[in-house]
């Protein structure tokens, strides 16, 4: 690792907007100590053209990245997102805690590669492939932390309650043994996680979702939660979970969750794709995060998040990978536009009378709703944050010629070369020209390990 704690950006996108001649420091413990605009150069100081923070990927099951492109083959019937839960319990049925290590580490590195600089993970498989508990309660959460070390990409673990099959606590079936945990092994294991935290990492947890977790449950685990550690959960993603919500409590989930918990700014709520006018203005209204996965989304059949609307309402919304069809921030913020421009044939739709400029105004925002789901300090080119950072690469003939109000623009909505040439992750260089650092052995443990499950 270098000694550099200093970088000199022409452009840097700061949290008031782009800025000239910018100098950024950070100390040997990762975090940004200033951000100095209209700065000259000091002498031997590295110099990029344009520098942008690092986006947060607030949505992610790491071991789902091994089953990419093997759910796009048509049934005998309509396929929707129950007929592709099928295939991916049957995956996680198989793999133990060598392989989501070494599937999470190649995850982990590709995210860095195209601009996610720190992840949440909605990790809920929990147990063995018996159903039971490991010897050690955090056994698969800590490979996916070690995976995230191993990359060097920060991580926020988020250990999943997960206790029944659908609403009215019907009970779990066969296939999902390997997730079951109540509230008190959620906090064992969130206790367990307590070591782990440091710049890099930090814990909160999960309730899956109102289908299988109830709302005692989910108090209990809160009640013993720090106040400030991030919680989120799966919500309204699909239109028969909102309807089997309707049969079961005569609300809507976002109504029903709202009226039974106290949501707050600590909250994310993924997906919540589904949602009626009152249902955007309590999400709005409460700051919570909506977590938005628009290439998982897509992919599953979902639906359109109603982003206008939210977007109008004062809503806050980050964006997630989700089960990883894409490792780019560049696809999410891309399809989360297209999707409504398709929908309501017009353009430039994420924008506001302030920022008109959409991929400066999709990336600013996506930034802050991820920073505050990720309960870490990060999110902006400032003082206090996390270092991480990442510069595109200026010599590309997308970035030639444009002007700097346009450079966000060219990033997300031109063609698909991957722009990011270098990525900075809690005050260290993880990917130099356009390679992670470790590359070459993660994809070889990754290679090795998806022959062994494809051949089961
Ligand atoms: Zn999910």
Known sequence: MGAAVSLFARHALLPQGWRRDVLICWDAAGELTSV???????????????????????????????????????????????????????????????????IAAQLFAECLRHGYTAVCEFHYLQRDAAGSLYARPAETAERVV???????????????????????????KPEQARFRTDADDVLRIVEALAAQRDGQVEVGCAPHSLRAASIEQITAVLAALPSERPVHMHIAEQQAEVAQCLAATGRRP????????????????VHATHLAADEIALIANSGAVAGLCPTTEANLGDGLFPLPEFIAAGGRFGIGSDSHVSQSPVEELRWLEYGQRLQRQQRNIAATPQQRHVGDYLWQTALQGGAQASGRKLGALAAGCRADLLVLDDAHPNLCGVAVSDVLGSFLFCGNDNLVRDVLCGGRWQVRNKRHLAQDAIAASYKRTLARLRAL
């Not at 590295?46 to 690092?54: K, R």
């Not at 976002?254 to 709520?269: F, I, K, N, T």
């Open 36 to 102: 100095t605009d209209n700065a000259a150069p000091p002498d031997g100081v590295e110099l990029a053209e344009y520098v942008l923070p690092g986006m947060v990927n607030l949505h992610s099951h790491a071991f789902q990245r091994a089953l990419g492109g093997m759910a796009e083959k048509a049934g005998s019937g309509p396929d929707s997102f129950w007929t592709w839960r099928e295939l991916m319990y049957r995956f996680a049925g198989r793999i133990t805690p060598e392989q989501i290590e070494a």
């Open 146 to 172: 070690q995976a995230a070390r191993l990359s060097g990409i920060g991580i926020t673990m988020l250990p999943v309650l997960y206790s029944h099959a659908g609403f009215g606590a019907q009970p779990l």
């Open 254 to 269: 976002v109504q029903y969750l709202y009226d039974q918990l106290d949501v707050d700014a600590r909250w994310c709520l």
